[in-house]
């Protein structure tokens, strides 16, 4: 009897040693996200001026979480991986790109130079503790499963840009930076409706308005009340404003909204008193892919290869090395 006990314990205790062992021996390794092509990203963290270097796909997942809200369906998220890995690609040294001014990095952290880019530190404090290891995750999945993939055309890297909403239609390059590209003319968008963005009203005092117009003139009555006229004189084929008159200085569409701090330059504006009631459609230069209506489509049922084919017809979604 003590003898069957002691074999009994004994098979208990081999059990417990060599179960763990077994588990982790059959669970299914992943192979590293970065496995095939280890591209390093020479980051500089614009807070504190360090350049950080980090492996290609790590990096894009802080790009993706921070410049799409990680809320987004998971095939929006995925697009947005493309595309930020389709930028920072065209950036790098190491692929004859320029890489920030002065050399010391392939690329900024800051949103304005570029593509916005947070580390794990940053992402806790957006998301919270509870929020990091949901949203954290969500984000690594999508950029996993769209691993080494970048926007191309004609074999080329593509120039993959993205803007938060476009407000019912997007623009072309040639209207915002006056450079064709033929995959970025402009296509109809009926998906960024429940986009925040989708239509704002921005009030600016006739002064202010005067003020950010130096070389304007004010002229009493000219806009029906008292203060600065206004006067659209072209709009560009997808809708937007291309040119308009303020007092007497012509201005470009995307000078006004840059010197009004307007979301887009889709816009119409009407003088209430003293002070000028923009309408406006949509947020950002409105160029590629529109973010919101990237969430709208996934929502719809659509994968993120066939939102980027929408954003930007006739371009390819091709792996960087194709070995
Ligand atoms: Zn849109």
């Not at 369906?73 to 995925?78: F, W």
């Not at 920030?100 to 794990?120: C, E, M, N, R, Y």
């Not at 994968?303 to 371009?315: A, H, M, S, W």
């Amino acid at each position: 009897m003590r003898r069957v006990l002691l074999a009994l314990f004994a098979l208990l205790l081999a059990l417990l040693v060599l179960l763990p062992v077994v588990l982790v021996g059959v669970r299914p390794r992943r192979p590293p996200p970065t496995a095939g092509y280890p591209i390093a990203v020479a980051v500089l963290q614009e807070d504190t001026g360090r350049v950080v270097e980090l492996p290609l796909e790590e990096y894009v997942k802080g790009v993706v979480a921070a410049e799409m809200p990680a809320a987004f369906h998971p095939e929006a998220l995925k697009a947005q991986a493309v595309l930020a890995r389709t930028y920072v690609v065209r950036r790098l040294r190491l692929f004859g790109g320029t890489g920030v001014a002065d050399g010391s990095a392939d690329i900024s952290s800051h949103p304005g130079q570029g593509q916005a880019w947070l580390d794990q530190r940053a992402l806790r404090q957006k998301w919270g503790l509870l929020g990091y290891y949901r949203y954290w995750r969500k984000v690594s999945e999508a950029v996993e499963a769209t691993s080494g993939q970048i926007l191309t055309y004609q074999g080329e890297i593509a120039d993959g840009l993205y803007h938060s909403t476009c407000g019912g239609h997007t623009e072309s390059a040639a209207e915002v930076w006056g450079q064709a590209v033929p995959y970025l003319t402009g296509v109809p968008c009926e998906f960024c409706r429940h986009s925040p963005h989708y239509l704002t009203q921005v009030y600016v005092p006739l002064r202010a308005l005067a003020q950010s117009i130096p070389s304007s003139t004010t002229s009493a009555g000219a806009s029906g009340s008292a203060g600065v006229a206004l006067a659209l004189l072209e709009s560009t084929v997808n809708g937007r404003v291309r040119s308009l008159k303020v007092g007497d200085t012509v201005l470009r569409g995307t000078d006004a909204r840059a010197r009004l701090d307007l979301p887009s330059t889709w816009f119409t504006w009407k003088v209430e008193g003293d002070r000028v009631r923009f309408d406006v459609r949509g947020s950002g230069h409105g160029v590629g892919m529109c973010q919101y209506g990237a969430d709208g489509q996934a929502r719809q049922g659509r994968t993120y290869l066939e939102i980027l084919q929408y954003y930007f017809p006739g371009t390819a979604v091709s792996l960087i090395f194709s070995e």
